[in-house]
């Protein structure tokens, strides 16, 4: 479905009923990167999904993409919705988009799951090198980040054994388009450091990493649960930096897990 949001065209998906559970996508995705979790978590709350503005089915206007920006989408949408407080589940962009939704709309969030995702800002070397790959997004086409991506999205269990996945994670980023890419590039080679955020979370707060994510290894989700105080920490075993889709059944236990305790706390 699409909805209008500071000014651009959003699509969503919202299906079941009770806690509303918000899943944010990853770079260079789209919300279909969420399906196994909507399909499982549909019979137990209500599950919302959106492309963020420049992926999937929502507008790519003009860039850069603020991680602001984004967060402001999710905020009108929750608005059009009539939610005002939501279980926010971000993996990687979807996280960094969720600690700055935090930062502006605390009292709009119940519970935060960050996966696979860092608080800290690029590095001078990896600001550079995202405004590269901006630069080729735009002049080579989403194939090209495509072969630059598939490769360190997904670990070393699945891509040397489980090609649906690969062929899937690849078809998404084709299906992007080239301004979308490099706006959320250029956007998240702006993004400020969330870290000094971290500890003045008092909420529910779930990490969870593949243990084979190279992209944001082991050592920042430890990083990320240390900062947060009473945040919890699961790592998935031979599961790369898309946790969700590379091992859905145990991604999917710990969510559920980690709702019923936002529902009853212990
Ligand atoms: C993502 O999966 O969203 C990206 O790896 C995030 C990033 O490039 O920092």
Known sequence: MLIKTNQISVDYRD???GVPVIFIHAFPLNQTMWDDQVTEL???CRAITLDLRGFGKSDAPQNPYSMDQMAGDVRDLMSALGIDRAILVGLSMGGYVSLAFYRRYPQSVMALLLADTRA????????????????KAEKDGAHAIADD??????GPTTLGSRPSIVERVRTMIEANS???IAGAQR????????????RGIELPALVIV???????PVTEAENLSTGIPGAGLRVIERAGHLSNLERPEEFNAALIDFIKEVRIPR
């Open 210 to 216: 593949g243990s084979e994510d190279m992209l944001t």
């Open 178 to 180: 080239p301004v979308g």
């Open 187 to 198: 956007g998240m080679a702006e993004r400020s450091d969330s870290t000094e955020l971290l």
């Open 15 to 17: 299906s079941g009923s």
């Open 149 to 154: 991506m598939v490769p360190l999205l997904l």
């Open 120 to 135: 800290s800002a690029d590095t001078p070397e990896a600001r550079e090198r995202r405004l590269k790959s901006a630069a």
């Open 42 to 44: 549909q019979t137990q």
